[in-house]
């Protein structure tokens, strides 16, 4: 079993649309969650870390469930623009990230 | 804002050669990190270092090396090329994490071709 895992989709939406992502990790012992945004051809980008509380950026929700060992990503009102992949990455002990391969988003218009 | 560069963003070697990839970041970071990008794989961690001189393996530490002279400056060093090195490279630097702050900031990534 990986460690991290997401659905690597695509998921095609139209514009407006909300659309969530989830992400299963596998440590129980797992310490730090972040959601980060990759463009095509681009660099990855932390788009939001993840609390235990659930954090909400504008258009954007994350979620942490521990009992589950998941968490989550919720886009509202889709915008193209939010056309990207994003890879949740998990922190144990130490400063290491573990990525997820990814989920792919397509809003369409 | 911060800045991580990296020496090219596209490379083609012959299998055998010696290669060296480059990354320089400006922000003072202790942190750096090597990685590659796979379709279907993600990001797999190589090395990481967390001081001058400190390394510590990844992952996908075999074919690879690296090197940490200065603090600003992380080289990966492929001994002799493969093509199942073809890849994208993507260095990455950070602080320590601190008060649950912690990001690592990615450089634009360099497109490995061994052919």
């Known amino acids: 079993r990986k460690e991290v895992e997401q659905d690597p989709g695509p998921f095609n939406v139209p514009e407006g649309a909300t659309v969530a992502f989830n992400c299963t990790y596998s440590?129980?012992?797992?310490?730090?969650f972040f959601w980060y945004r990759q463009d095509c051809r681009k660099e990855p980008k932390l788009l939001m870390s993840?609390?235990?509380s659930g954090n909400e950026d504008g258009r954007f929700t994350a979620q942490l469930n521990r009992a589950s060992q998941y968490i989550s990503l919720l886009i509202r009102d889709s915008k193209l623009s939010d056309s990207a992949t994003y890879l949740c990455?998990?922190?144990?002990?130490?400063?290491?990230?573990?990525f997820g391969t990814g989920t792919r988003l397509q809003v369409f218009p | 804002d911060v800045k991580v560069t990296q020496s090219s963003r596209y490379l083609v070697k012959r299998t055998g050669e010696k290669v060296f990839l480059e990354c320089v970041q400006d922000?003072?970071?202790?942190?750096m990190f090597w990685y590659r990008q796979d379709p279907g794989l993600g990001l797999r961690l190589i090395y990481f270092?967390?001081?001058?001189?400190?390394?510590e393996k990844g992952d996908i530490p075999e074919g690879y090396s690296v090197s940490r002279e200065k603090k600003e400056r992380f080289s990966l060093i492929l001994e002799s090329a493969s093509t199942n090195q073809t890849s994208m490279y993507l260095c990455?630097?950070?602080?320590?994490?601190?008060?649950?702050?912690?990001?690592?900031?990615f450089g634009p990534g360099t497109r490995l071709t061994v052919t």
């Open positions: 990455a630097s950070s602080n320590p994490i601190a008060g649950g702050d912690y990001e690592q900031y």
């Open positions: 993840v609390y235990s």
């Open positions: 922000m003072d970071h202790e942190n």
């Open positions: 990455a998990v922190r144990m002990d130490t400063d290491k990230l573990i």
């Open positions: 270092s967390y001081d001058v001189k400190m390394k």
């Open positions: 440590n129980s012992a797992s310490q730090s």
